[in-house]
Structure formats: structure tokens, C-alpha cells
């Protein structure tokens, strides 16, 4: 089993919708990254969070890491085409360990 | 803005052949990556450079090599490319603590073994 546990595996919402993104690990984060890959392209760096309690946005994506440090969430708001694609967590430990990503497909 | 490039977007071999994988960035990033990603498994690490004519290996080494001859450059080489090794390569590069900093990433090299 995966080290970082992202649910769920896909995602299908209409346009304009909210959703959220889960990345779970069973040890403590000490960092945790999220990013985002267009279909068939590379990743591109959305943000890093590293305190518990801690959140940031980027445009209408929020992310946050629990105060334990075991789960991070991520948010969009008023969903849009534009967001579709693999989000992916990855996580710093003796090297960076990924979760297996969430597809997002978006209904217009 | 960092750019990584990877030599091919697309690429196809035949079972037994020998395949170079080049990954070129522009910012002097000290360290440099190459991961495969496969559906399901997420991305995993092959290799990483810390600096030049350095190596380590990642999680599945087997079946590759690295070279490393200039700071810009990172080569990924099957030495004899198995249908096993039908992925998505990915190059990525970063300064400082190579865990603790953002990665860039180039666009993927999807190889295909036949």
C-alpha cells in the first residue's frame, strides 16, 4: 500500500462546483507539496505546507495540513474546466514520497 | 523561469535496445531527479544527481543508469529497454535540500517498449 493515501482515486464534478482532495499518511508530515499535472504533461508546483494548522491558496485552490500533521486537504471553489487534471501529494522523508495521485475531470 | 526540457515527448523501441532519456535545465540547480509514473502507483524515484558525476539510486534502479558529465544535464539510460519499462519518465530539478524544496518538473518523455 501507498506510504501517502489520496482519495478519492477520481473525481467527476460539474462545472462551478466545490470539491476536496484527501492525502492521508500514517506517520507524521514534516512538509507535504501538492501538485498538479495536465494529462500527459509534467507536474506543476502548487504549494507546500508545512506547519500543522497551517493553509494557503493559489488562486481558488485552497490547501491546508491538519494541526496532527497526518492529512492534508485540498479545496477548490467554483470549479472550472482549467482544473482539471491529476493532482498529486508528495511528502519529504528520507526522499520525497508520493501518493497516487486524484483525477479530476470537470462536467461542463 | 526554471526550465526543465526532456529530448522526446513520445517515444517508441523495440524489446533489447539501448534508450538515452536527456534531461536538460537553466536555473544551476544542483540536483536532479528521474522518476517513472505509472497509473496507480504514483511517481516513483529511479535516480538523483546532487551534483555533477554524482549518483544514488532511488527506489527502482534496476535497469537503468545515470550520467551526470555536466550540471545541466541528467541522462537516463536502459541499457536493454524490456516491455516492463513501457512508462512516463520524468525529470525534475531543484537547489538546496533536495527533499525540503520545491521540484521542477519537465514535460515527460512517455516510452513506449514494444
Known amino acids: 500500500s501507498q506510504e501517502l493515501e489520496q482519495s478519492p482515486q477520481s473525481l467527476i464534478v460539474q462545472e462551478g462546483k466545490n470539491l476536496t482532495i484527501n492525502c492521508t499518511s500514517s506517520k507524521t508530515l514534516y512538509g507535504l507539496y501538492w501538485y498538479k499535472q495536465k494529462y500527459g504533461e509534467g507536474l506543476i508546483f502548487l504549494m507546500m505546507l508545512q506547519k500543522g494548522g497551517e493553509e494557503k491558496s493559489h488562486e481558488k485552490i485552497t490547501a491546508k495540513l491538519d494541526e496532527k500533521k497526518q492529512q492534508s486537504s485540498l479545496h477548490i471553489t467554483a470549479s472550472q474546466p482549467s482544473h482539471a487534471g491529476i493532482y498529486l501529494c508528495g511528502a519529504p522523508r528520507d526522499q520525497l514520497i508520493w501518493g497516487a495521485g486524484t483525477k479530476l475531470i470537470i462536467k461542463p | 523561469d526554471v526550465k526543465v526540457t526532456q529530448s522526446s515527448r513520445y517515444l517508441v523501441k523495440r524489446t533489447g535496445e539501448k534508450v538515452f532519456l536527456e534531461c536538460v535545465q537553466d536555473m544551476d540547480h544542483e540536483n536532479m531527479f528521474w522518476y517513472r509514473q505509472d497509473p496507480g502507483l504514483g511517481l516513483r524515484l529511479i535516480y538523483f544527481s546532487y551534483d555533477v558525476k554524482m549518483k544514488e539510486k532511488g527506489d527502482i534502479p534496476e535497469g537503468y543508469s545515470v550520467s551526470r558529465e555536466k550540471k545541466e544535464r541528467f541522462s537516463l539510460i536502459l541499457e536493454s529497454a524490456s516491455t516492463n519499462q513501457t512508462s512516463m519518465y520524468l525529470c525534475?530539478?531543484?537547489?538546496?535540500?533536495?527533499?525540503?524544496?520545491?521540484?521542477?518538473f519537465g514535460p515527460g518523455t512517455r516510452l513506449t517498449v514494444l
Open positions: 525534475a530539478s531543484n537547489g538546496g535540500a533536495p527533499w525540503d524544496n520545491e521540484q521542477f
